[in-house]
């Protein structure tokens, strides 16, 4: 009978342990996504990799297109840059003329076209190095990588875990129109900018 009551014991203290499991390694994982998601507000991603539209209000972000990045098929910016001028934008605020060439923001959700393929390792090391994913070609301007690159890698890695909720959004964004010797002279000022950073701390 003893033996009986402790089987019994045992499959019970098995079956509330396996029940708690799951919720005990969900919760940390819900915190970290409302974390990156606050990163992501707080650090203004929206403003240029989710497409802007006209409303009644005033431009704003399209939501249902969040954080996808300039919209496949859509035209550059228009208009000749002046002497003084920085750059032209597109009216939805993802492809950005410049006096080097023309840039387009990326696709940040789980799609392939977009960071369906990466790996968080690969994120991270993007924003550490100002690199396409850690070792490719040099991230270019407005893009401000070197603000993201003093974040914790706890932050970096909420972020990431955020962006991997996010809708998958098919859209092929177009990669920069800007000469090869531009994006090498980026390479170099990013390395610069690395370095300067790891100076510091």
Not at 75 to 103: E, H, I, R, S, Y
Not at 178 to 194: H, T
Request: glycine share 8%.
């Amino acid at each position: 009978m003893k033996r009986a009551v402790h089987t019994v014991a045992v499959l019970l203290l098995a079956a509330v342990t396996s029940a708690q499991t799951p919720a005990a390694r969900a919760e940390p994982q819900t915190e970290k996504v409302k974390r990156g998601k606050y990163m992501v507000t707080i650090g203004g991603c929206n403003d240029c990799h989710t497409p802007m539209k006209m409303t009644p209000d005033g431009p704003a972000p399209d939501m249902e297109r969040t954080l996808s990045g300039h919209p496949e098929g859509a035209p550059d910016p228009g208009g000749t840059l002046g002497p003084n001028d920085l750059a032209l934008t597109a009216t939805d605020l993802t492809a950005w003329k410049q006096q080097f060439g023309t840039v387009y923001t990326r696709n940040l959700t789980p799609d392939k076209t977009g960071l369906g393929d990466w790996t968080e390792a690969q994120f991270v090391k993007t924003l550490r190095t100002g690199r396409h994913q850690g070792d490719g070609r040099a991230l270019l301007p407005p893009m401000p990588w070197i603000g993201y690159a003093e974040m914790t890698d706890e932050d970096l890695q909420a972020v990431w875990a955020y962006l991997r909720t996010l809708k998958p959004i098919r859209n092929v964004v177009p990669d920069p129109r800007v000469p090869p010797p531009v994006i090498e002279q980026f390479g170099k000022i990013n390395q610069r900018l690395v370095d300067a950073l790891k100076s510091r701390q």
